[in-house]
DNA sequence: GACATTAACGGACTCCAGTCCGCTTGGTCA
DNA sequence: TGACCAAGCGGACTGGAGTCCGTTAATGTC
């Protein structure tokens, strides 16, 4: 049924598994990651089955499962270290994105670098969102966004945060994105102008 | 692959298929959204299979592939009468979700009721939305619901009314909203005074 | 260094969504 | 009323995701 949190390789406030990996599993993490990575980059995310990433890796398919959970999983992983990266800014960078900067300035710096953050990686990450119902929500990166969206709008005093930082990341969906971007043909820069509107208009009105 | 439309059932706006349908084939549609609707009911949306329905309807597994399209097809149509019953209400039904009250009054209307909607159909709204990556925001209704929000907000003047109302829809889609209700157990309740708050600050605010 | 423990391995297997294509039949027109 | 033909039919078939479970070999212990 596929609840990852393993595969996805640790959010920066989950840190590392409680018990070190042997040798030999990350050995095969590795060559898989390696594999699933050049297969992907070589013929289009979809096009490439797990057989073919097991295979590649030079690994069985039930190693595969074991270490990743579901073919989301593993485009999870391959995401983390740059979701790991940007998660880093937002903690420690500079301001805006960084802390220091206002909460509305924040916001919407956090907004607009998500966007062009999907963008960047539309198939790896629609197809870790889309792997199962409910994937994108269950990811364990999506509780780090969340809860800073939700701490900014907190901060700036607005009603039900939760709520609103939620609807925002489902705005910020790769579904979402991916139908603005390519099948609308919109253009990314006007999106990105567009959602940090959005994002001031959540963090200021209603009472 | 999937671009239903044709197995959505009509939505307001389209209308009947161009040319009448054969009359072995609409009995056939009959016999499966029949079927479908029993085993669903009596099983769960989730441990019966298009074999199932097929075998059920007494029809082959083809015929259904070619009247649905997918198995997210087949939820379509099975929420369409339900669908076209809210539609109704909103093109000519009271105020405020029907036409005559102010524009914030609808949108908050609209908000709630579309929430309602969907909470009250999950299972099937769920299918309907992810059997396929992308399927909410190319089924029929979806343009219908999209249109109203963008229309109301229009009229409230605010900026990106097309991009306030899809981040909108994206908040009540089903995945969002199934996470609320089942994997947090929010309180519906709560939630549509949340939600008809939220669609105020969208209706509002931001320049 | 032998042994026990137990995580990890891997590929055969199951299940199901969705496709294909040769056959049938309702509707139509002469 | 016959006969033509596109629309419709249906079930065998394919492809790929995810599971199962007997086997293998790292790691820790004495």
Same mark, same amino acid.
């Given at each position: 049924?596929?609840?990852?949190?393993?595969?996805?390789?640790?959010? %920066?406030?989950?840190?590392?598994?409680?018990? *070190?990996?042997?040798?030999?599993?990350?050995?095969?993490? !590795? *060559?898989?990651? &390696?594999?699933?990575?050049?297969?992907? &980059?070589?013929? +289009?995310? @979809?096009?490439?089955?797990?057989?073919?990433?097991?295979?590649?890796?030079?690994?069985?398919? +039930?190693?595969?499962? !074991? !270490?990743?959970?579901?073919?989301?999983?593993?485009?999870?992983?391959?995401?983390? /270290? #740059? &979701?790991? &990266?940007? =998660? +880093?800014?937002?903690?420690?960078?500079?301001?805006?994105?960084?802390?220091?900067?206002?909460?509305?300035?924040?916001? #919407?710096?956090?907004?607009?670098?998500? %966007? #062009?953050? =999907?963008?960047? @990686?539309?198939?790896?990450?629609?197809?870790? /969102?889309?792997?199962?119902? +409910?994937?994108?929500? !269950?990811?364990?990166?999506?509780?780090?966004?969340? =809860? @800073?969206? /939700?701490?900014?709008?907190?901060?700036?005093?607005?009603?039900?945060?939760?709520?609103?930082? /939620?609807?925002?990341?489902?705005?910020?969906?790769?579904?979402?994105v991916?139908s603005w971007l390519r099948d609308q043909g919109r253009d990314l820069?006007a999106l990105?102008?567009a959602?940090?509107?959005?994002?001031?208009?959540?963090?200021?009105?209603?009472?």
């Open positions: 049924m596929s609840t990852h949190a393993a595969g996805d390789g640790p959010s %920066l406030p989950i840190g590392p598994p409680p018990v *070190r990996e042997r040798a030999d599993a990350a050995r095969n993490r !590795r *060559r898989a990651l &390696a594999a699933a990575e050049a297969l992907f &980059a070589e013929r +289009g995310v @979809h096009s490439v089955t797990m057989d073919d990433v097991a295979a590649a890796a030079g690994v069985g398919k +039930g190693t595969l499962y !074991r !270490r990743f959970t579901d073919k989301g999983g593993l485009a999870s992983a391959l995401l983390s /270290e #740059r &979701a790991i &990266a940007l =998660q +880093g800014e937002i903690l420690g960078g500079p301001p805006p994105l960084g802390p220091g900067a206002p909460p509305e300035l924040r916001l #919407r710096a956090f907004t607009t670098a998500y %966007l #062009r953050f =999907q963008a960047t @990686h539309l198939d790896l990450v629609l197809l870790s /969102e889309t792997s199962t119902p +409910g994937a994108r929500l !269950r990811k364990g990166s999506y509780a780090f966004w969340a =809860q @800073h969206a /939700e701490m900014l709008l907190r901060a700036r005093g607005v009603r039900d945060p939760l709520e609103r930082a /939620e609807v925002l990341l489902a705005g910020l969906s790769a579904e979402q991916s820069e990105v102008e959602m940090g509107r959005l994002a001031d208009a959540l963090g200021s009105a209603g009472t």
